[in-house]
Nanobody, 125 residues
Framework: QVQLVESGGGLVQAGGSLRLSCAAS????????MGWFRQASGKEREFVAAITWRGGITDYTDSVKGRFTISRDNAKNTVYLQMNSLKPEDTAVYYCAAGPTYYSVSRIARNYDYWGQGTQVTVSS
């Protein structure tokens, strides 16, 4: 059974940092692009960041550029999202996702085949 499991969410004050992890099991995703999306209460799911399978290309939504960093460790079948200088507007459930093999990064949720269950990030002001 293929699973993506996020961890690392929690409650943090504005200006603080969190590091999210997404561990894959059931198959290797070393040849797949990986993405992070988030969904705030009452809002649609939105793209946050993505990384190609070799890690050579990354993409970020404008609101997190310079604050968030996506990375991956293919040996551990894990992707990370380092979040610094967090703001209350970053509060959301964060999901990781895996795209098709050898595809490039995408900001479109329907281009991802596998999804985790999400981890809550709450930033207090």
């Amino acid at each position: 059974q293929v699973q993506l499991v996020e961890s690392g969410g929690g409650l943090v004050q504005a200006g603080g940092s969190l590091r999210l992890s997404c561990a894959a099991s059931g198959r290797t995703f070393s040849s797949n692009p990986m993405g992070w999306f988030r969904q705030a209460s009452g809002k649609e799911r939105e793209f946050v960041a993505a990384i190609t399978w070799r890690g050579g290309i990354t993409d970020y939504t404008d609101s997190v550029k310079g604050r968030f960093t996506i990375s991956r460790d293919n040996a551990k079948n894990t992707v990370y999202l380092q979040m610094n200088s967090l703001k209350p507007e970053d509060t959301a459930v964060y999901y990781c996702a895996a795209g098709p093999t050898y595809y490039s990064v995408s900001r479109i949720a329907r281009n991802y085949d596998y999804w985790g269950q999400g981890t809550q990030v709450t930033v207090s002001s």
